[in-house]
């Protein structure tokens, strides 16, 4: 079987993680792994071991761990939401997924900030 993998890149509040649930209710046998909800329960439960400075390498570190158990443990379809907008960091990602066996869409959300702001 072949698995796919989604992964949606873009800026805060553009609507990946919104985009990523209704996918998942659509698409069997999957899951979203999702950095709101890694950066929410860091914030709830460790926030001491927040980095006081720079990049939340504690969410990096879950992700990665997130992302090896779906690849390795389960038969599951991944849907990744991601913030990560380099280049570097898509292509590391798709790479483990790919050397898996997965089948890759990278969705970019770039929504003008003028329909942003009509939105209700």
């Known amino acids: 079987m072949k698995w796919v993998v989604v ?5 805060t509040h553009f609507g990946k993680a919104t985009f990523a649930k209704k996918l998942e209710q659509q698409l069997p046998n999957s899951v979203v792994i999702d950095c709101n909800n890694r950066a929410e329960f860091i914030n709830a439960h460790y926030k001491a071991l927040l980095p006081k400075q720079g990049a939340n390498t504690i969410k990096n570190v879950l992700t990665r761990a ?8 389960t038969d ?16 590391d990602l798709l790479e483990r997924f790919h050397q898996k ?19 209700p």
């Open 101 to 119: 066996g997965f089948i890759s869409v990278l969705i970019h959300f770039e929504i003008p900030d003028g329909i942003l702001r009509e939105s």
């Open 7 to 11: 992964i949606t890149v873009g800026t």
């Open 66 to 73: 997130l992302i090896d158990y779906a690849i390795n443990e």
């Open 76 to 91: 599951l379809h991944v849907i990744q939401c991601n913030a990560n907008r380099t280049q570097r960091g898509r292509l």
